[in-house]
T-cell receptor
Framework: GQQLNQSPQSMFIQEGEDVSMNCTSSSIFNTWLWYKQDPGEGPVLLIALYKAGELTSNGRLTAQFGITRKDSFLNISASIPSDVGIYFCAGQRSYQLTFGKGTKLSVIP | EAQVTQNPRYLITVTGKKLTVTCSQNMNHEYMSWYRQDPGLGLRQIYYSMNVEVTDKGDVPEGYKVSRKEKRNFPLILESPSPNQTSLYFC???????????FGDGTRLSIL
């Protein structure tokens, strides 16, 4: 199967700091998605990106669809304790969705 | 409330005993999919369905079967479960190709 390289694998930050994570792929995707997963729950969609170069915000979250269509990043500004969780990027092409391995975020109050 | 419902949420069973995990969505979505999530490997697609009676293999289909007889339901069948199928399973649905997928809360399977 295809592979998405998501980094960093984990990060510890102080409350109030900004966070950045990214995904790269050797393949082109038509859609990039960012999900967050809390313990014991399914992934929840945060942001969907549909066009190369698109920059989209959802509250304190901002994500961009790379110009080459092979990468995407997610920024979280002014982190708060409830931002803790695992963040997944996913590249979608038609019916197939390929996930990164996740970034585990810990926020220190 | 729009949702994807999986049952059971937890199951411990033994090798070789057939089991079915059900998935139902109430959003009239055409597309449904099954994933497994394993530590260090992320989510991997098992099977997906584009519409009723139309299914296809994902990245890790071996040992699994699916059916899509009605739009709202997409059961995952393990005919002869083995310990390497111990995992956390997620069902997802979306309106169609390229549309974001919405996930259920997961089913944790343990095969002894």
């Amino acid at each position: 199967g295809q592979q998405l390289n998501q980094s960093p694998q984990s990060m510890f930050i102080q409350e109030g700091e900004d966070v950045s994570m990214n995904c790269t792929s050797s393949s082109i995707f038509n859609t990039w998605l960012w999900y967050k997963q809390d313990p014991g729950e399914g992934p929840v969609l945060l942001i969907a990106l549909y066009k190369a170069g698109e920059l989209t915000s959802n509250g304190r979250l901002t994500a961009q669809f790379g110009i080459t269509r092979k990468d995407s990043f997610l920024n979280i500004s002014a982190s708060i304790p409830s931002d803790v969780g695992i963040y997944f990027c996913a590249g979608q092409r038609s019916y197939q969705l390929t996930f990164g391995k996740g970034t585990k975020l810990s926020v220190i109050p | 409330e729009a949702q994807v419902t999986q049952n059971p949420r937890y199951l411990i069973t033994v090798t070789g005993k057939k089991l079915t995990v059900t998935c139902s969505q109430n959003m009239n979505h055409e597309y449904m999919s099954w994933y497994r999530q394993d530590p260090g490997l992320g989510l991997r697609q098992i099977y997906y369905s584009m519409n009723v009676e139309v299914t296809d293999k994902g990245d890790v289909p071996e040992g699994y079967k699916v059916s899509r007889k009605e739009k709202r339901n997409f059961p995952l069948i393990l005919e002869s479960p083995s310990p390497n199928q111990t995992s956390l399973y997620f069902c997802a649905s979306s309106l169609g190709p390229g549309q974001p997928q919405h996930f259920g809360d997961g089913t944790r399977l343990s095969i002894l």
